[in-house]
């Protein structure tokens, strides 16, 4: 997604420019979909139970695999009309990622909200780990309180130790407005003012990780089905992090909202709170 802009709240995702980029280096703008997995794979090295595989290397990232390959593919238009868009991407193993997948980004728009839905089909003949996510890049003003109802944080470890990640009670609701960024889970809303009013990130279903990665020229908010980086733990430990093990012909689905409005939205989105 290139940009996302609303007639009275202005520019919701910082607009991409028409200058061409290296597809494995992603501008810090508009946003993209994370199939089949979130965050860094360490060495670019994926190990299973059954085998260990090699990847493709990203050069903008240390020779580490980011986010999977979906976004730098082309997607084909399954249906579209004036409120509503679906691509599907049909992916065959390949250096960047060993297994075959199908992949649905669903949008569907109004005058206050978009709403998206992510699929991922198991296509190969063998179990496969997967997630998936989205990684929009918000435009946030300076000084700007950021609120999240999660109700865990998580310590990532360090990329020599041996240890799993660490998952504390957040205790806060609020951000505050300094740069940072947090790995948690378990919630449902973010939101954060725009110009006159509110934007709203809301979960509807699946994705309960959430990262948020915040600079002085943008937000992100990544909503995911596992922990960021989570592929780059020994197999025991991923299960708990939120990574799936799909079976062949088995399907995952995950659902959220950006809302704008005058005041924030609840979960419920015919009502503001």
């Known amino acids: 997604m290139s940009r996302l802009a609303h007639k009275v709240y202005g520019h919701v995702l910082v607009p991409m420019s ?3 980029y290296d597809q ?3 501008p810090k703008a508009g946003a993209f979909p994370l199939f089949p997995y979130h965050g860094r794979l360490k060495g670019a090295k994926l190990v299973t139970e059954e085998q260990s595989f090699q990847l493709r290397g990203n050069p903008y990232r240390k020779g580490d695999a980011m986010h999977g390959p979906a976004q730098r593919r ?4 399954a249906s579209q009309s ?3 868009l679906s691509m599907s991407l049909e992916y065959e193993a390949d250096d960047e990622w060993p297994y075959s997948f199908r992949a649905v980004q669903h949008f569907s728009i109004s005058d ?3 709403d998206v839905t992510l699929t991922l089909l198991n296509t190969s003949d063998r179990p496969s780990p997967g997630g998936i996510g989205w990684h929009p890049y918000f435009t946030i003003g300076s000084g700007v309180e950021l609120f999240c109802d999660a109700h865990g944080s998580w310590s990532l470890p360090s990329a020599d130790s041996k240890d799993g990640p660490i998952l504390t009670a957040s205790k806060s609701a609020s951000f505050g407005i300094e740069p940072q960024t947090k790995h948690l889970s378990n919630w449902s809303r973010a939101s954060f003012p725009i110009s006159t009013g509110y934007l709203s990130l809301l979960r509807t279903s699946a994705l309960e990780y959430l990262v948020l990665h915040r600079t002085a020229a943008y937000l992100c908010l990544e909503p995911a089905s596992h922990l960021s980086g989570a592929l780059s733990l020994p197999s025991h430990l991923r299960r708990a992090a939120g990574i799936t093990e799909l079976a062949p012909g088995e399907m995952m689905v995950g659902r959220f909202s950006v809302c704008v409005g005058r005041q924030p939205f609840s979960n419920n989105l015919n009502e503001s709170q």
């Not at 082309?74 to 238009?77: R, S």
């Open 18 to 20: 028409a200058d061409p």
């Open 24 to 26: 494995q280096d992603w």
């Open 74 to 77: 082309p997607w084909a238009i």
């Open 82 to 84: 004036a409120t509503v």
């Open 112 to 114: 206050h909200r978009l």
